[in-house]
């Protein structure tokens, strides 16, 4: 039922519109008198009536005031003044307080009755319009997930014009910084390394390695985490000057197999640029892809690279010895596969990572040096100048410029 509040000054006049009509069969209730503004208000603030009868002239606040203090906490209910001032004024006012209507006293029975029917048919109106916005909302909410994975998958794969990109963005509330960090996993279910894999329902799987990424990224929700039409899982994230970066995704990778005891291929790149999230994607995907083709052993050497990089003595030898290979063996078999000797390998992740650790800019280049594992700036500057064309001091410039 509707909520009725008569608010009126005279006892009578208040009777007088209590027993004018049958406020039942018209589905309303009345849940409050007022004999003055103060009392009205209070009432208005308690009960959240749909339908307010108010005469203008009411003692310590009167109507048209107390219209003016209502009308945010009420918005859609719907006021009627019932006034013995038949004065253009109070009229004008009333229609900039956007009164339902103006009724004159003595009141007519039959013109109070067609104004209140008026009234509950445009709050049945509103009604229906709230309740379509509920079912709108829930039904967003049920499906949000999935229309969610939708635009991700057609942002990655172009299908979005930059504006149309701005707008989804805007439309899920995704907040998208300055310096991105995109981070692809795929798992190689086929590397078991002899240890008896639990046999995990897909997306178990992927829910169990997402929660790994955000506990490794140390965030409890990255900006977006999804799985691509190829099963590969996708973490997009704000880098925030996140210096520890450049070693999340073999953090990863380690915590997938200790965890989850599979085998994941983890790439991770940096963009600075939103509109160049997709080309970095297609980018990680077919460095993925490449390296889903080599064999386990090449695998496994290149994660134990990645993650030993910053030892000094890291040889062709001694991880020969780690994966129970001959030296020659697993040299060959990193230049048919990765097209680079052992070396040059270990080098390419060590510059990389130094890259990564030089855009902190209180990390002085010796620093830097020993943190990727070489034993002296000159012979790290060397390596570097060798691999990029230019010394380290020139790439720190080129990022503070």
């Known amino acids: 039922m509707f909520k009725l509040l008569i608010a009126d000054d005279e006892a009578r006049i208040r009777k007088g519109l209590k027993n004018s009509l049958n406020w039942s069969d018209m589905n309303i209730e009345i849940v409050g008198e007022a004999e003055d503004g103060e009392i009205a208000l209070k009432i208005i603030e308690d009960k959240k009536p749909d339908i307010i009868l108010i005469d203008i002239c009411m003692p310590f606040l009167n109507g048209l005031d107390l219209i003016e ?40 029975s039959k013109m109070l009755e067609g104004v209140i029917l008026r009234a509950t048919k445009e709050l049945n109106k509103f009604q229906e319009k709230r309740n379509y916005l509920e079912w709108t909302n829930k039904h967003l909410e049920e499906n949000s997930s999935a229309l969610k994975q939708s635009f991700l998958n057609n942002w990655l794969s172009g299908k979005l014009t930059h504006e149309q990109l701005i707008d989804e963005l805007d439309f899920f509330n995704i907040n998208i910084g300055k310096d991105v960090g995109l981070i692809v996993i795929k798992v190689v279910e086929r590397l078991a390394l002899g240890v008896a894999i639990k046999s995990w329902d897909k997306k178990m799987l992927n829910f169990a390695i997402i929660n790994i990424a955000c506990e490794v990224l140390n965030k409890p929700e990255p900006i977006l985490t999804f799985t691509d039409d190829d099963g590969n899982i996708v ?24 965890y989850l005891h599979y085998t994941a291929i983890v790439d991770q790149k940096k963009v600075s640029n939103i509109l160049t999230v997709r080309d970095c994607y297609i980018s990680l995907i077919n460095d993925i892809n490449k390296k889903t083709q080599y064999k ?73 040096a020993e943190l990727v594992g070489y034993s002296n700036q000159h012979y790290f500057c060397k390596a570097f100048k060798k691999i990029m064309g230019f010394p380290p001091t020139e790439f720190r410039g080129g990022i503070s410029n």
């Open 69 to 108: 203090k209502i009308k945010s906490s009420v918005s859609n209910s719907i006021i009627i003044i019932i006034s013995g001032y038949d004065e253009f004024s109070y009229a004008q006012r009333a229609l900039k307080l956007r009164v339902f209507d103006y009724i004159l006293k003595p009141v007519d």
């Open 296 to 368: 386990p052993v090449v695998l496994l050497v290149m994660k134990y690279i990645c993650k030993n990089y910053c030892v000094n003595d890291l040889n062709l030898e001694k991880v020969s010895k780690e994966f129970n290979v001959s030296s020659s063996y697993l040299s060959k078999l990193l230049k048919q596969q990765i097209g680079m000797s052992f070396i040059d390998y270990v080098t390419s992740v060590r510059i990389n990572k130094a890259m990564c650790i030089m855009e902190d800019p209180t990390v002085k280049i010796y620093e830097v």
């Open 235 to 258: 973490v997009i994230m704000n880098i925030d000057q996140n210096k520890s970066w450049h070693n999340v995704g073999a953090l990863i990778e380690e915590k997938i197999y200790d």
